[in-house]
């Protein structure tokens, strides 16, 4: 903003290490500590997923299903939260009762510090563990709405990713295994049953596995379709109970 002020010494110090940084591929995400996601700031870290503006559809989508629900029934659980970027955006747009998952100690720090930054306008119930295992005693047993952006890259796919995702973001939220379809074989069996009559789950899913993805979900007891992306690309597993 000042392109005619020569930077003093320390300003260039600090600068010099920025851009290193950089050079070395690190994501601008966590040099800077903080990415945009649905118009709220959000702090990342290398511990968390840097939040992708696909994901906001997941958001979109949810806030739709969700208005159509009297506010005391809005029951909502983010599985695999992350920075927390999906369940704080929902609720600071519309008021429901939500519960976030997380596997990763690390992220589920950074996501309450979110909810502490974006005033979250309901508390969050998070929870540290594998996907519905982590839900405790006192949580509901059915939510009327369920999303989740799991890890859908294959293993053997991570020679083409770009070198600021491959070597700096947190593997267990991008690898499924060597087909790229592991976190959505663990929740197949159990989604179903933890979705309330007439609940609504919806995934974020890889655009080149969707028919595959879709066949886990076939006669579950649950209506199944793909919502598309602004591409046109399969992007959003809808499972409907």
């Not at 704080?88 to 990763?104: Q, T």
């Not at 502490?116 to 119930?125: G, H, V």
């Not at 267990?172 to 979705?195: H, I, M, Q, R, W």
């Amino acid at each position: 903003m000042q392109y005619d002020r020569p930077l003093d010494k320390e300003e260039l110090t600090k600068i010099r290490e920025l851009i290193k940084r950089r050079i070395n591929r690190e994501p601008l995400q966590y040099i800077l500590g903080k990415r945009e996601f649905f118009g709220y700031p959000f702090k990342v870290t290398p511990g968390v997923l840097i939040p992708r503006p696909e994901t906001e559809l997941l958001v979109e989508k949810a806030l739709e299903w969700l208005k159509t629900i009297p506010e005391d029934k809005r029951t909502l659980l983010d599985l695999g939260t992350g920075s927390g970027c999906i369940v704080l955006s929902i609720v600071n747009s519309l008021p429901c009762h939500a519960w976030a998952v997380d596997l990763s100690e690390k992220a589920l720090e950074i996501a309450k510090e979110n909810e502490i930054s974006l005033n979250a306008k309901r508390p969050i119930q998070w929870r540290l563990g594998s996907w519905f295992e982590a839900l405790q005693g006192g949580d509901p047993k059915q939510y009327q709405v369920i999303v989740t952006n799991p890890p859908y890259i294959a293993i053997k796919e991570k020679g083409e990713l770009e070198p600021e995702v491959a070597l700096f973001e947190p593997s267990e939220a991008l690898y499924a295994g060597e087909t790229g379809l592991d976190a959505f074989e663990k929740l197949a069996p159990d989604l179903v049953k933890y979705l309330a009559p007439g609940g609504v789950a919806f995934l974020e899913i890889h655009q080149d596995r969707a028919e595959k993805i879709e066949l886990l979900f076939k006669n579950r007891g649950v209506e199944v379709s793909i919502s598309p992306d602004l591409r046109g690309l399969p992007r959003i597993l809808v499972l409907k109970k």
